[in-house]
């Protein structure tokens, strides 16, 4: 195998993953390694699968909005004047200058550029000095549309215009922990990290959670008893385990006023891991998360 040519790496993962579930084993230290196989990880999931952007309450008033790129494509997500969420291309239609950067509160979008001026529906509102070209029409111009998706309260979004819907392909969630309404929870504190690794790397140590009793034993590891940790072999867009927990973090566990959940369903956290890259602890009392995109 060369730098160039990911087929050695994915014939040594489709050989790991070909033995049966309990004989599983980690996998090769190619597909961590090799720049060729990050490559075809870009252009072949995450250029075409839905990734979560974050969560919708916290794009809560009209002019919202956060930046992401995807596979090298600069993407904005809006709340729009009618309280629609939308995505949208972050790079304007004249000279290409990436329009917003971070996350903020816009009335309208303006490319800092020559400040062509674009609504939160993409289209365009004005350009400075353009009704002399004779060929100009603004109506012509848009941004690019983005697919983007409200799913129990996390943005999903895709450059794939073919994605089947998110809820079609996560209905076994919704089976698993409808118990548990995600989109009736809300994000009160966020941070936004590059980490010096693979992805993966990161996704993986999220759902093992047979390290708790060691590496957090001073806070959630004393709740976690690996003996009640069920882990079964998953489904085809995520995979997920869960622990039945103690009493030692009264946070994690149903509120008392809570009446809804009954015995186990109190104080059992569930780790769901959306395929590719949406890692979630989910317990009666909070959640959090991991969403994750590969850079350079």
Same mark, same amino acid.
């Given at each position: $195998?060369?730098?160039?040519d990911? /087929?050695?790496?994915?014939?040594?993962?489709?050989?790991?993953?070909?033995?049966?579930? =309990?004989?599983?084993?980690? $996998?090769?230290?190619?597909?961590?390694?090799?720049?060729?196989?990050?490559?075809? =990880?870009? =252009?072949?999931?995450?250029?075409?699968?839905?990734l979560?952007?974050g969560?919708?309450?916290?794009?809560?008033?009209?002019?919202?909005?956060?930046?992401?790129?995807?596979?090298? =494509?600069?993407?904005?997500?809006?709340?729009?004047?009618?309280?629609?969420?939308?995505?949208? /291309?972050?790079?304007?239609?004249h000279?290409?200058?990436?329009?917003?950067?971070?996350?903020?509160?816009?009335?309208?979008?303006?490319?800092?550029?020559?400040?062509?001026?674009?609504?939160?529906?993409?289209?365009?509102?004005?350009?400075?000095?353009?009704?002399?070209?004779?060929?100009?029409?603004?109506?012509?111009?848009?941004? @690019?549309?983005?697919?983007?998706?409200?799913?129990?309260?996390?943005? $999903?979004?895709?450059?794939? @215009?073919?994605?089947?819907?998110?809820?079609?392909?996560?209905?076994?969630?919704d089976?698993?922990?409808?118990?548990? @309404? $995600?989109?009736?929870?809300?994000?009160?504190?966020?941070?936004?990290?590059?980490?010096?690794?693979?992805?993966?790397?990161?996704?993986?140590?999220?759902?093992?959670?047979?390290?708790?009793?060691?590496?957090?034993?001073?806070?959630?590891?004393?709740?976690?008893?690996?003996?009640?940790?069920?882990?079964?072999?998953?489904?085809?867009?995520?995979?997920?385990?869960?622990?039945?927990?103690?009493?030692?973090?009264?946070?994690a566990?149903?509120?008392?006023?809570?009446?809804?959940?009954?015995?186990?369903?109190?104080?059992?956290?569930?780790?769901?891991?959306?395929?590719?890259?949406?890692?979630?602890?989910?317990? @009666?009392?909070?959640?959090?998360?991991?969403?994750l995109?590969?850079?350079?």
């Open positions: $195998m060369t730098q160039h990911p /087929s050695l790496a994915i014939a040594e993962l489709r050989a790991n993953v070909s033995v049966p579930f =309990e004989r599983a084993h980690a $996998m090769p230290k190619s597909v961590y390694t090799s720049p060729a196989f990050a490559k075809a =990880e870009e =252009e072949h999931i995450f250029a075409k699968d839905w979560c952007a969560r919708a309450d916290a794009l809560g008033k009209p002019g919202d909005y956060l930046t992401m790129t995807i596979s090298g =494509e600069p993407v904005i997500i809006l709340r729009d004047r009618e309280g629609v969420l939308r995505g949208m /291309s972050n790079v304007c239609r000279r290409m200058s990436t329009l917003l950067e971070g996350r903020g509160n816009v009335r309208s979008i303006v490319c800092p550029y020559h400040a062509w001026t674009y609504n939160l529906d993409g289209s365009l509102r004005g350009a400075p000095a353009m009704a002399r070209n004779e060929d100009f029409c603004r109506e012509d111009v848009k941004l @690019p549309p983005v697919r983007v998706e409200d799913w129990q309260g996390w943005i $999903m979004v895709t450059l794939n @215009p073919d994605a089947p819907p998110v809820a079609e392909q996560l209905a076994g969630v089976r698993l922990v409808g118990h548990l @309404p $995600m989109d009736t929870y809300r994000e009160v504190f966020r941070e936004e990290f590059r980490w010096d690794t693979n992805w993966k790397v990161l996704a993986e140590n999220f759902m093992e959670s047979y390290h708790l009793p060691v590496c957090h034993a001073g806070t959630i590891g004393g709740a976690s008893d690996l003996n009640k940790m069920e882990c079964p072999e998953g489904e085809a867009a995520f995979n997920y385990h869960w622990i039945v927990k103690n009493d030692m973090v009264p946070l566990l149903a509120h008392p006023t809570n009446t809804v959940l009954q015995g186990d369903d109190r104080r059992i956290t569930w780790l769901l891991a959306i395929y590719p890259a949406l890692l979630i602890t989910l317990t @009666p009392g909070y959640f959090w998360y991991l969403s995109t590969p850079g350079r």
